[in-house]
C-alpha cells in the first residue's frame, strides 16, 4: 500500500474542508448584507482547528507520512 498517496489524499481532503468553510462563511455574510440587517458584516472565519475533521485528515497525513518514511528506511537499511 502507498501510504504516501494515501497522506496527499487527506491533506487534499483536510484542504477541501477547511475552504468549504471559508466559502460558506462568506455566503452567509452575503446573505446577511442583502437582508440589511443593521449587525456587523464582516465574516468570522473558522481557525483551522476549528473543524475537528480538517484536524484528523491532517494529523492521518503526518502520521502516514511518517510511517512511510520509517518503512522505506527499513527497507534500505535490510539491503
Known amino acids: 500500500m502507498d501510504y ?3 497522506s496527499f489524499i487527506s491533506l487534499i481532503v483536510a484542504g477541501f474542508f477547511f475552504t468549504v468553510e471559508r466559502v ?3 455566503i452567509a455574510r452575503g ?3 442583502q437582508g440589511k440587517s443593521g ?3 464582516t465574516p468570522s472565519y473558522p481557525g483551522i482547528f ?3 475533521f480538517v484536524v484528523f485528515f491532517i494529523l ?3 502520521i502516514l507520512l511518517i ?3 520509517i518503512l522505506k ?3 534500505n537499511d535490510s539491503k
Open 60 to 62: 492521518l497525513a503526518v
Open 50 to 52: 476549528d473543524n475537528l
Open 73 to 75: 528506511n527499513k527497507k
Open 24 to 26: 460558506s462563511a462568506v
Open 31 to 33: 446573505i446577511a448584507a
Open 39 to 41: 449587525f456587523d458584516l
Open 67 to 69: 510511517y512511510d518514511y
Open 4 to 6: 504516501k498517496a494515501i
